[in-house]
């Protein structure tokens, strides 16, 4: 019988796996922090291997910044949380399939690695803009200015000031920092974005091409979709050099080239005629913008077979085809001149588009068009926004927030129905807002996973006097106003308005269960159980949830089966039972339902023989299900 992990899983472990299959020769152990041997990569064999691929010496094409090599190991480094379900503050926990997580998202995403990877059809943020005031999310990597200094190069190889390379360390730092936080937390969205999914991130001047540069490398520079200007106010006077900066950017990047968005166009028309029963169609220009000299093939005279009709071709806009093409595709009755349909108004050849074949094409796209990086004139300003959240609570509760109708208008050209939709700097939560809205209007079934730390809320600030000590109670709370006023203007809607609440907190279990090594016999014997006194059932469950990957938001059913509780997580998905000594009556009921997993707590068991024998219950009856302890 295994016994669960109990902590987020080790993305350098799981590289260096991948390293390995492709090449075993660069496998090699090296010693850990306690003198343990651990698989390794030989970087030299590796390069070996690469040499043709290689670039040597100190010079390459690269962004880089200080602390760039210690943010990827944070990003990879596996931790020991667990997010706790708090019912008294979820609305309709047990019908609801979105999520609102606190906690910081750089350990709240390693904690979703495997229930959502590649399941989040879109991700939308707006983080801190790095405007020097803004910056709140601690993390380790930060480095000393002795590090700092080393690594920029200020001084020399004497220990003088290098003054080729002297540059405010205050800056550079301020930069950096900003650099690691956000490449951390970008290489963990990227594994839970689907292969056809898309993330969408707001930013100002600050730190727009670092951003962009950080994405180029964690998405690729070849997933590069566009960078959508957005006019958050009309022009200021007192500003700066005269100019005011009135817009702020979306960019965008694809998972890969499987991305493809698209919006409500004006619908085509296509007709209807008895020449072709039952196949609409409709007509295209013929025509192309090259000159005859550009296209020599396509600048010849078009016959009509039928009268012997010529329409000669123009010498600075030829026909879009061969003589060659046009006999295959009058051939095929794809060419449509004039005279042969009285209602069609034409004064030269066309090409006829049969609706089947473009149906075929553009799939669930059918209908749609490709999506221009201006934006609609509807998309409210950082005034609206703000008007939204004032209007909502019922004062300026939160400072910049983003209008709902520019998150709805991104969810709309990229997701539909099931979709999930997340945001991990979710702030006042104007994602969930807009998922929401757009649902009631479209009857779409899009969820969404918001995740934001509870960042104190400053005590002059008018949320903070209406009772709001943090941020995250800000959000929730404006998630049920919104939830409520769109159940208002949509009475007929079927949305889903609730959210499950999860907070960030230690393991669940002590840390006996990480370091047996680390304790004397006599103080084992004095622990009855490996998990924290203050964890619930619940607790444990969703704990065991993140560890097998299954996603936080499916209905579970809790039922008394002699005399214990047993927990049925999405119909078998896994079944979990925590009470102590439990009874092979029990186990042989659960095992009858055929689970896929199960779970139970090591003290569960007596001893050695009583597991023993819970292995062989499932051996016998449930051959199938992974069994599990914790």
Same mark, same amino acid.
């Given at each position: 019988?295994?016994?669960?992990?109990?902590?987020?899983?080790?993305?350098?472990?799981?590289?260096?796996?991948?390293?390995?299959?492709?090449?075993?020769?660069?496998?090699?152990?090296?010693?850990?922090?306690?003198?343990?041997?651990?698989?390794?990569?030989?970087?030299?064999?590796?390069?070996?291997?690469?040499?043709?691929?290689?670039?040597?010496?100190?010079?390459?094409?690269?962004?880089?910044?200080?602390?760039?090599?210690?943010?990827?190991?944070?990003?990879?480094?596996?931790?020991?949380?667990?997010?706790?379900?708090?019912?008294?503050?979820?609305?309709?926990?047990?019908? !609801?399939?979105?999520?609102?997580?606190?906690?910081?998202?750089?350990?709240?995403?390693?904690?979703?690695?495997?229930?959502?990877?590649?399941?989040?059809?879109?991700?939308?943020?707006?983080?801190?803009?790095?405007?020097?005031?803004?910056?709140?999310?601690?993390?380790?990597?930060?480095?000393?200015?002795?590090?700092?200094?080393?690594?920029?190069?200020?001084?020399?190889?004497?220990?003088?000031?290098?003054?080729?390379?002297?540059?405010?360390?205050?800056?550079?730092?301020?930069?950096?920092?900003?650099?690691?936080?956000?490449?951390?937390?970008?290489m963990l969205a990227r594994n839970l974005l689907s292969d056809d999914g898309a993330i969408f991130l707001s930013i100002d001047d600050n730190e727009r091409d670092n951003l962009e540069k950080i994405c180029s490398e964690a998405f690729g520079t070849e997933n590069y979709v566009a960078t959508f200007p957005w006019r958050k106010r009309t022009a200021k006077s007192d500003v700066p050099f005269g100019v005011s900066q009135d817009y702020e950017w979306v960019i965008c990047f694809a998972k890969s080239s499987l991305f493809l968005a698209s919006i409500g166009g004006k619908e085509r028309t296509?007709?209807?005629?008895?020449?072709?029963?039952?196949?609409?169609?409709?007509?295209?220009?013929?025509?192309?913008?090259?000159?005859?000299?550009?296209?020599?093939?396509?600048?010849?005279?078009?016959?009509?077979?039928?009268?012997?009709?010529?329409?000669?071709?123009?010498?600075?806009?030829?026909?879009?085809?061969?003589?060659?093409?046009?006999?295959?595709?009058?051939?095929?009755?794809?060419?449509?001149?004039?005279?042969?349909?009285?209602?069609?108004?034409?004064?030269?050849?066309?090409?006829?588009?049969?609706?089947?074949?473009?149906?075929?094409?553009?799939?669930?796209?059918?209908?749609?068009?490709?999506?221009?990086?201006?934006?609609?004139?509807?998309?409210?300003?950082?005034?609206?926004?703000?008007?939204?959240?004032?209007?909502?609570?019922?004062?300026?509760?939160?400072?910049?927030?983003?209008?709902?109708?520019?998150?709805?208008?991104?969810?709309?050209?990229?997701?539909?129905?099931?979709?999930?939709?997340?945001?991990?700097?979710?702030?006042?939560? !104007?994602?969930?807002?807009?998922?929401?809205?757009?649902?009631?209007?479209?009857?779409?079934?899009?969820?969404?996973?918001?995740?934001?730390?509870?960042?104190?809320?400053?005590?002059?600030?008018?949320?903070?006097?209406?009772?709001?000590?943090?941020?995250?109670?800000?959000?929730?709370?404006?998630?049920?106003?919104?939830?409520?006023?769109?159940?208002?203007?949509?009475?007929?809607?079927?949305?889903?308005?609730?959210?499950?609440?999860?907070?960030?907190?230690?393991?669940?279990?002590?840390?006996?269960?990480?370091?047996?090594?680390?304790?004397?016999?006599?103080?084992?014997?004095?622990?009855?159980?490996?998990?924290?006194?203050?964890?619930?059932?619940?607790?444990?469950?969703?704990?065991?949830?993140?560890?097998?990957?299954?996603?936080?938001?499916?209905?579970?059913?809790?039922?008394?089966?002699?005399?214990?509780?047993?927990?049925?997580?999405?119909?078998?998905?896994?079944?979990?039972?925590?009470?102590?000594?439990?009874?092979?009556?029990?186990?042989?009921?659960?095992?009858?339902?055929?689970?896929?997993?199960?779970?139970?707590?090591?003290?569960?068991?007596?001893?050695?023989?009583?597991?023993?024998?819970?292995?062989?219950?499932?051996?016998?009856?449930?051959?199938?299900?992974?069994?599990?302890?914790?």
């Open positions: 019988m295994d016994k669960m992990r109990m902590e987020s899983i080790d993305m350098t472990e799981q590289n260096i796996e991948k390293i390995g299959a492709l090449f075993p020769n660069c496998i090699t152990e090296a010693k850990d922090t306690d003198g343990k041997l651990k698989k390794a990569i030989n970087f030299d064999m590796l390069r070996q291997m690469l040499s043709g691929d290689v670039i040597e010496g100190d010079e390459a094409y690269e962004f880089t910044w200080v602390g760039k090599k210690a943010a990827i190991v944070e990003a990879n480094k596996p931790i020991r949380k667990t997010l706790r379900p708090c019912k008294e503050e979820s609305v309709n926990w047990d019908s !609801t399939e979105n999520l609102y997580i606190e906690g910081d998202n750089l350990e709240v995403l390693k904690l979703l690695q495997e229930s959502y990877l590649g399941k989040v059809k879109m991700i939308y943020i707006d983080p801190p803009y790095n405007t020097g005031h803004d910056f709140v999310y601690p993390d380790s990597f930060i480095m000393d200015n002795e590090d700092y200094n080393e690594g920029t190069g200020y001084f020399d190889e004497d220990g003088n000031v290098n003054y080729s390379r002297e540059n405010s360390s205050t800056a550079g730092k301020y930069h950096s920092d900003w650099c690691s936080m956000m490449y951390s937390r970008l296509y007709y209807e005629t008895d020449d072709f029963p039952g196949k609409a169609w409709r007509v295209h220009d013929l025509t192309k913008q090259t000159t005859a000299s550009e296209r020599p093939n396509s600048f010849f005279t078009i016959v009509n077979p039928q009268n012997g009709a010529t329409y000669p071709a123009n010498p600075n806009r030829t026909w879009a085809i061969t003589e060659e093409t046009f006999e295959k595709y009058y051939a095929e009755n794809r060419i449509v001149f004039p005279g042969d349909y009285a209602f069609l108004r034409i004064a030269k050849p066309v090409l006829r588009y049969w609706k089947e074949d473009d149906m075929a094409k553009a799939g669930e796209k059918f209908g749609r068009v490709a999506v221009s990086t201006k934006f609609p004139e509807n998309i409210g300003m950082s005034q609206d926004g703000t008007k939204e959240v004032t209007s909502l609570f019922d004062r300026k509760a939160f400072s910049f927030p983003k209008p709902v109708s520019l998150i709805k208008f991104l969810s709309e050209i990229h997701t539909s129905d099931e979709d999930i939709i997340l945001d991990f700097f979710s702030g006042s939560a !104007t994602t969930a807002h807009a998922v929401m809205q757009l649902n009631a209007e479209d009857g779409g079934h899009r969820k969404f996973i918001m995740i934001q730390l509870p960042e104190p809320c400053d005590e002059k600030s008018e949320a903070y006097k209406a009772g709001y000590s943090n941020i995250c109670e800000i959000g929730k709370e404006r998630i049920r106003r919104a939830a409520k006023k769109i159940a208002e203007e949509h009475p007929d809607a079927k949305f889903d308005g609730g959210f499950r609440v999860l907070k960030l907190d230690d393991t669940n279990m002590k840390d006996v269960y990480y370091a047996p090594a680390d304790y004397q016999q006599n103080l084992l014997d004095q622990l009855e159980s490996n998990i924290k006194e203050d964890r619930t059932d619940l607790d444990l469950l969703f704990g065991c949830l993140l560890e097998w990957g299954l996603p936080l938001s499916l209905p579970y059913q809790s039922e008394d089966i002699d005399g214990c509780t047993v927990h049925n997580y999405n119909d078998g998905d896994l079944i979990a039972c925590f009470d102590e000594n439990i009874p092979d009556s029990v186990m042989k009921t659960i095992a009858k339902r055929q689970p896929l997993r199960v779970v139970f707590r090591d003290s569960s068991f007596a001893g050695s023989p009583a597991k023993i024998n819970v292995t062989q219950i499932f051996k016998e009856i449930a051959l199938d299900t992974s069994v599990k302890v914790q």
